[in-house]
């Protein structure tokens, strides 16, 4: 609907009014599914509004709602939301709960795009914990599966993640390979902030190799994009 293309875009305050618009009609109508789909949206638009009391909030009323009705793919999203929540809030234990019963559902009803969203959150919260090893292996996992169900942004997020975790563990030259493939993989599917990014990242590596003037030129690509 609107409310999610405004939300692609990020253009939260507009994705919101379309999305409490959608809610009032689904509360109205006692539609409880839709209902809880949208208390869901608003959740992920508070919290990309850095509003995560009122993120939880919204989460927490979906997946009541989900439990009630029985949908359990929608249980499994609101925990995927719950857990971004409380890594968001650096309440790092709590997200890795809320990730792994994420993914213990999407195994259960064969949900190999939200196995591998969950392996990805999973990996990005074992790296915040400096849990390095147990990071490389989840985020693998997760891309793994990314390639193998074709899921293009999900393979460059595993891309980008490794790189990270690689660049922690001193492993300057696998870091390098894997933020070149991220940085490949963004610029075919045409995402610019996400191109930017890859820039930003090997620009910071070639800081940590003690080249300077390959640095400065990927800082300035990331700055012109």
Do not use: P
């Not at 196995?115 to 292996?137: M, N, P, Q």
């Not at 074709?150 to 300057?172: D, P, T, W």
């Not at 390098?176 to 902030?193: H, P, S, T």
Request: charged share 25%; net charge negative; proline share 0%.
């Amino acid at each position: 609907g609107l409310g999610t293309s405004f939300y692609y875009v990020g253009e939260y305050n507009k994705a919101k009014e379309y999305y409490e618009k959608a809610l009032a009609i689904s509360i109205e109508i006692d539609e409880r599914k839709s209902e809880a789909t949208s208390y869901l949206n608003l959740g992920s638009v508070f919290e990309s509004l850095g509003h995560y009391t009122k993120a939880k909030e919204y989460h927490e009323k979906a997946l009541a709602i989900y439990l009630k009705i029985g949908h359990t793919e929608g249980e499994a999203r609101a925990y995927q939301n719950l857990g971004l929540v409380f890594h968001s809030l650096c309440e790092y234990i709590k997200a890795k709960e809320y990730y792994e019963r994420a993914l213990a559902i999407n195994i259960e009803i064969g949900c190999r795009a939200g196995e591998a969203i969950a392996y990805g959150d999973l990996g990005a919260v074992f790296h915040s914990l400096g849990e390095y090893i147990k990071a490389k292996e989840h985020i693998e996992k997760a891309l793994a599966i990314s390639i193998e169900i074709g899921h293009r942004i999900s393979e460059v997020a595993g891309y980008g993640n490794l790189g990270a975790v690689f660049q922690c563990l001193h492993e300057y030259s696998k870091a390098k390979e894997y933020l070149e493939k991220a940085l490949a993989l963004n610029i075919q599917i045409g995402c610019r902030w996400g191109e930017a990014g890859m820039y930003g990242n090997l620009g910071t590596m070639f800081q940590c190799l003690g080249e300077s003037v390959k640095a400065k030129e990927y800082h300035e690509r990331a700055l012109a994009i």
